[in-house]
């Protein structure tokens, strides 16, 4: 299959996952602060594409930046990382 350009590739953990084919993931990253120099934990909350439901809350996953699927949602799992330990 044929790759259309470079898509951007995010990692998070599953928030959410109580709509049909959606999941909720958020991505945590450090920053640098810019007057201070120090490193601060930012988090942000992604809507992602979930076609099977197979993500359940604690999932560490992969997304892919894909078409717009609705109206907040533009990015799609591709694989489950790690399952949840329930």
Request: hydrophobic letters at 30%; glycine letters at 6%; one cysteine or more.
């Amino acid at each position: 299959m044929k790759e259309r350009g470079v898509r951007k590739r995010l990692i998070g953990v599953v928030v959410g996952n109580s709509m049909d084919k959606t999941a909720v993931v958020s991505v945590g990253r450090l920053k640098k602060h810019k007057a201070y120099k120090k490193y601060v934990r930012e988090q942000k909350k992604y809507m992602a594409h979930d076609p099977y439901n197979k993500c359940q809350i604690g999932d560490k996953v992969r997304l892919i930046e894909t078409r717009p699927m609705s109206k907040t949602k533009r990015w799609q799992v591709t694989e489950i990382l790690e399952t949840a330990n329930q």
